[in-house]
């Protein structure tokens, strides 16, 4: 049993057992920058994003331009008045919040997106870093690296395409505020950046497949990132319009190395043991990769509960994924309970949420799924307040515990920015973590977070494409929730609290687009 047990032990408890180090205060002041930054390599400025036919061929700049902005890059600036901790900092340029389309625990985006562009694509061969903040690419290494992402991969020189989107996380974007919890935080990032590429690129017909078992070490002397500094979490292969994406012959460099270093705003850089030991204890490798079916000892549960109530149909998303996207927002003590939600939307976030899967190479096509849906329903049209299981198979709610459960939801929150019992539903999935470990290995935690994370991402595009409010909150008590849903004893873990309902009409905004 490797390190990753006590992990997800630590993790599950820590509303109990604080994790170490328990004294810790970030310093704002010293805080890290929300992306990195190269300041002698050259950025080059993406095109302005084109639609394109439908299904489009295979990607082009354009739509590459497009799937980054409307992901990673800066779509408008938060100055809503709401009730998160950081509200009196917003109107200050130096400490302004920027949406995005992707959520990110704590609002940080720690996730580096890097191109590995080789022949037969619109740009020079070498290796690119995204730049969200001026939506470019800055070129850190000229020269086809492809062949050498191949083979961290361990495919062959056959085998592989031409173009490779990889994702790295520099743990001190997230670590300076959340220490030896943040693995846990940026791993879910990782997998809602992935899911919102994947709920993109659907409306193009196009695919993305993470890759989550690669030799990381290989990856990360490539990207030139100091050893436990920064995690390679993913490696993406991109269908190119004409045919680049098939494999263009570039064999792996000799010690191809960026040089371009990140210059870090921190005068002071903290390590935390914990945060290295999982980092160490996960580091992926080729020959590790899981056998197809491996990961299904680890599926889900049959859902639990009484007798099932149905459904009715999910209602129709209001709008298209790349406008929920820029609709997405957390609501931060903006519910009103006064407005239930209707049955027919909270199937359609149970439904979404249900269907989502990381879908990277670890999972068989057609699998279980590793995740389950429970939702506490507090003002929902038609359904009797009470804490459910969702059985996606027949459609349905098969009731847990009876009567309202808004004094629980409150009594084991622990933060002040969110009233719980105001919103008209908290789903929460939950993960046999334990059971991903075993199956295969200490590399699981990733895709446990990857799985996790993209739930929330399509949470937060499904009920902004239907006119809701929604907030994902990580700061509860884990044990109690397994309590209250009946989990003790099993090695089902909740990990994620998501909130839905309608906001107060009419909230004071500032409209800084049109100032």
């Given amino acids: ?167 790295s996380v520099k743990y001190w974007q997230n670590s300076f505020k959340y220490n030896s919890f943040s693995f846990h935080a940026v791993s879910m990032d990782v997998g809602a950046l992935v899911q919102t590429w994947r709920l993109w690129a659907r409306a193009y017909g196009l695919r993305i497949a993470p890759a989550l078992w690669f030799d990381e070490e290989r990856l990360a002397r490539l990207l030139g990132t100091a050893p436990g500094e920064e995690g390679v979490f993913a ?51 080729a020959g590790d990769r899981p056998a197809p079916g491996v990961l299904d000892a680890a599926a889900a549960y049959p859902p639990r509960g009484g007798r099932p109530v149905p459904l009715p149909a999910p209602a129709a998303p209001g709008v298209e994924e790349a406008a929920a996207l820029r609709a997405r927002r957390s609501s931060f003590g903006r519910f009103d309970a006064t407005r239930a939600v209707t049955a027919e939307q909270l199937a359609a976030a149970l439904a979404d949420c249900a269907a989502t899967r990381p879908g990277s190479e670890a999972e068989r096509p057609g699998g279980p799924s590793l995740t389950s849906l429970y939702v506490f329903v507090n003002h929902v049209e038609g359904i009797e307040p009470g804490s459910y299981a969702y059985d996606a198979g027949a459609h349905a709610l098969r009731l847990v515990v009876p009567g309202p459960p808004g004094p629980f939801l409150q009594a084991n929150y622990f933060l002040s920015n969110y009233n719980l019992e105001q919103a008209g539903a908290v789903l929460v999935p939950t993960v046999r973590t334990t059971a991903v470990l075993d199956a295969v290995g200490d590399r699981g935690y990733r895709l446990v977070g990857a799985a996790v994370g993209a739930i929330a991402q399509t949470f937060y595009t499904t009920a902004a494409a239907h006119g809701l409010g929604a907030g994902v909150a990580l700061g509860f008590d884990n044990v109690s929730y397994a309590e209250r849903l009946g989990l003790t004893g099993t090695d089902e873990a909740p990990l994620l609290i998501m909130l839905l309902g309608h906001e107060r009409p009419g909230p004071a905004d500032f409209r800084h687009e049109i100032a």
């Fill in 235 to 285: 490696v993406l292969p991109l269908e190119w319009e004409g045919g680049a994406e098939r494999h263009g012959g570039a064999a792996p460099s000799a010690g191809a190395e960026v040089r371009h270093r990140d210059a870090e705003r921190s005068r002071t850089v903290l390590a935390f043991e914990t945060l290295e030991r999982i980092h160490v204890a996960t580091l992926g490798r």
């Fill in 1 to 167: 049993m490797g390190y990753a047990h006590d992990y997800a032990s630590a993790i599950m408890y820590r509303g109990r057992v604080p994790m170490e180090p328990v004294d810790f205060v970030p310093d704002w002041a010293d805080r890290p920058r929300k992306a990195k930054y190269y300041p002698d390599a050259e950025t080059l400025p993406l095109p302005d994003p084109a639609a394109g036919p439908r299904p489009a061929p295979g990607f082009t700049l354009p739509l590459l331009s497009g799937m980054l902005q409307e992901s990673y890059g800066l779509t408008g600036r938060r100055l809503g008045v709401q009730a998160n901790t950081d509200l009196a900092a917003l109107p200050h340029y130096t400490q302004a919040n920027w949406s995005r389309g992707t959520a990110s625990g704590g609002g940080l985006y720690p996730v580096g997106v890097y191109w590995a562009a080789g022949a037969g694509g619109p740009l020079t061969p070498g290796l690119y870093h995204y730049a969200p903040h001026q939506h470019g690419l800055r070129r850190l290494l000229t020269g086809d690296v492809t062949g050498d992402v191949r083979e961290a991969l361990g495919l062959g020189p056959d085998e592989g395409c031409s173009q490779y989107l990889v994702l």
